[in-house]
């Protein structure tokens, strides 16, 4: 059974860092696609980044230039460095992975807080 299990969230004061992993388990493959979501209070879940298995990023306007998605295939796990923080960042976030097949995994969230 695949589990994805996110870690790094966090309080963070506005401007700062941090950085969040996601450990895939129970598959020796290599998922097609990892990548992040997020969950404001009050709104609906949004795509924040996405990394392909060949490199391909992707990355939501409001995050461009100051999020980083990398990835460890050996390892299945997907990171998002968060840098410049804003208050509007502050959300649960969510691992995902899709494999060859098409089947899509979540996480369980991880609560990012950024507020002085």
């Known amino acids: 059974q695949v589990q994805l299990v996110e870690s790094g969230g966090g309080l963070v004061q506005p401007g700062g860092s ?7 388990s129970g598959t020796m493959f290599i998922f097609n696609v990892m990548g992040w979501y997020r969950q404001a209070p009050g709104k609906q879940r949004e795509w924040v980044a996405t990394k392909g298995n060949r490199g391909t990023t992707n990355y939501v306007a409001s995050v461009q230039g100051r999020f980083t998605i990398s990835r460890d295939n050996f390892k299945n796990t997907v990171y998002l460095q968060m840098n410049s923080l804003k208050p509007e960042d502050t959300a649960v976030y969510y691992c995902n992975a899709v494999s060859s097949n098409g089947a899509n995994y979540w996480g369980n969230g991880t609560l990012v807080t950024v507020s002085s």
């Not at 941090?18 to 895939?24: E, F, K, P, V």
């Open 18 to 24: 941090l950085r969040l992993s996601c450990a895939a």
